[in-house]
């Protein structure tokens, strides 16, 4: 996929995306009949506006005495319009109680982006060759923790109640949206096993496609090292099927342990003899390109003088 | 989230996202005028078929004599029967061209849950409480790829064309569907730079929320060591301002470099000075829970002993 249409092409929609802008068509909308009249050349409603990538995304508003045959000729002559114009793309977002359009959409080669909630967004690719337009977002994000005591020597393990095959595995679950991956571990075993606990490092990343458990979107798969701040353990009692603390060289040898434990357990134990500074990615805090937000960065521990550059030849 | 109601609840209703078996719906589309009936206790086209967590998958077939407000009379009695019964969810499965459904459904609650290309899923929580139903994908995945020839210490950077501002990055972009995190390096570096190389290591991992460049959603970018095959750069026209091979210790100290890029080169020449097993993460592919497909798991390189845990006391 060419960046020019993908990370940059949504820099230009996310305002549609975002609704953070009026469209021609909320402005029919808030400007009554005017929405809603049907003009051959083109209706006022469709008169989308134009992104800086060539595309034009029209954003419907409520069109309530718009028929859908109505709609699809005011499309069908603003689709001819936008070609002959030379536009490459373009973008419908469409109210979810305004979806007698979509079908009338679809008839004309239109395809859903992506839906949520209240809304859906089609898309028409007008350029040449292939869509180029970027996919919407194609991974789920689970975080495992792995709680480990360094004094017991024992880590927390749970089995879920509801897989037809029990094996020994960390808690952990789907990352919220907008939730950092360390805050998932914590919450996710607090929440599965009462333990609460503070984030260490990441230890692991998966990745798994066509996940059964991802409506057949791709997993990807986090396992963090967590050290406990409380031992007892209260467990979920619609999650865990068992839970307890359990040594780290047994869970390591434990022949009923899902392949991915196994090899963390491996992990931690490799780290516990010969030193946590083997396996573990440190996080850093680093400022977004776009101003004022910061993202999280996971990486191996970069000695200071590397870290600034100062002293390094 | 409850696992209860994410992953497994999930696995439970794929059947339908898969569309892999046929549903109350599809059977009354395919058996013709049945499928159109509006029978007032629940119609045949609304059966639907239960999950193993209670819920109910119901997918709409070919319903072409079906108006919107007949379908809503029967997805309210539909409804009313799901709840008599304790259903806690029922999932609607919508092709794109029967979309005038969709308003009369979220007239009765549903909203959308996802849809992509020619179908549209919508759902609606029956249960007690707060839905407990699992959100679709949260995270698009972008790979760059760090192209470093150890011999001339050089690495291969790009600025890309459609920036406002341009700074030195790797250069890299989106997964596609499917796609492994190196493969997906080794591809855009080619496409970019028509530089050939090979997956050594996976350095970094990139957590972004609200990201402008994924519709908003969250952003997951990874950054992956590569070696160089080939050395000639061909620079896409589309994507490439600029492409050029730098000195590594160049681009460390590099000013107008994005912040990522200069943590990442400095990781990579601590690498190139100490070590490169000392900033690595190495590749393994382990089997998946789910017989025959398997994944890549990414973590520090384990010694053998650990790995098979042989000999580990």
């Avoid at 200071?304 to 100062?310: Q, S």
Wanted: hydrophobic share 40%.
């Amino acid at each position: 996929m060419s960046p020019l249409l993908s990370r940059g092409y949504l820099r230009a929609v996310l305002p549609w995306v975002r609704g953070a802008r009026l469209s021609a068509g909320s402005r029919g909308a808030s400007g009554g009949p005017g929405g809603a009249r049907d003009s051959p050349a083109g209706a006022s409603w469709l008169q989308g506006e134009v992104d800086r990538f060539g595309g034009v995304s029209v954003r419907l508003g409520a069109l309530d005495r718009l028929d859908a045959a109505a709609f699809q000729r005011g499309l069908q002559a603003a689709i001819q319009r936008w070609r002959s114009e030379g536009r490459v793309a373009a973008w419908l977002h469409v109210p979810i109680l305004q979806s007698r359009f979509i079908a009338p959409a679809a008839a004309l080669g239109f395809c859903f982006h992506h839906a949520e909630a209240d809304s859906s967004t089609l898309t028409l690719w007008l350029g040449p060759g292939p869509s180029r337009l970027p996919g919407y977002a194609t991974h789920q994000v689970g975080v495992a923790g792995a709680v480990f005591d360094e004094n017991t020597r024992k880590i927390l393990v749970v089995q879920d109640r509801n897989k037809l095959k029990n094996m020994w595995k960390f808690p952990g679950g789907l990352s919220e949206p907008g939730e950092d991956i360390g805050d998932t571990a914590v919450r996710e075993v607090f929440e599965e096993t009462g333990v609460r606990s503070e984030f260490k490092s990441l230890l692991s990343v998966r990745q798994q496609h066509r996940h059964p458990g991802a409506f057949g979107k791709s997993d990807m798969y986090l396992i963090c090292r967590l050290q406990p701040r409380s031992f007892a353990i209260q467990p979920c009692p619609h999650e865990c099927l068992r839970c307890q603390w359990m040594d780290l060289a047994e869970l390591a040898r434990a022949a009923d342990a899902t392949p991915v434990t196994s090899r963390a357990a491996r992990l931690l134990l490799y780290g516990h003899r010969e030193g946590f500074d083997r396996v573990d990615l440190t996080v850093a805090q680093l400022p977004a390109a776009h101003t004022g937000s910061f993202y999280k960065l996971y990486h191996r521990a970069l000695p200071d003088p590397y870290k600034t550059m100062a002293g390094v030849d």
